[in-house]
């Protein structure tokens, strides 16, 4: 007994092509969307560079913890990775509330600026 091959029914395909890109242009109108178009995908801390396949592991952390201070030329705004977004907010709680423990880390401290030629860079391709 042969299986009949079922047609996709397009009405539902387009319905789902056009869900997917209004929620693309959701996205990128937020915060989020403007400032990966406005940076390179590289964490301001570590410098660990992202590609599409890992790019959810990128994140926008707001400089002055402020969610509701999103001005459109990004300048509250850096890419951080997973991890170094959780240190910052975790070292800024403990300056905020004060901490229990007074031990200091002894990680060292990224001295590479991703973005330290990223004016010129942008200015020369006027």
Partial sequence: MALKKREPDKNKLNQIVTEARRAQELREQSYRGQALKLYPWICGRCTRE???KNLAELTVHHKNHDHDHNPPDGSNWELLCLYCH???HSRYEETRFGSTQTTKSSAPVASH???ADLKKLLDSKK
């Fill in 86 to 88: 959780d240190n910052e």
């Fill in 50 to 52: 992202f590609t599409h």
């Fill in 113 to 115: 600026n991703p973005f």
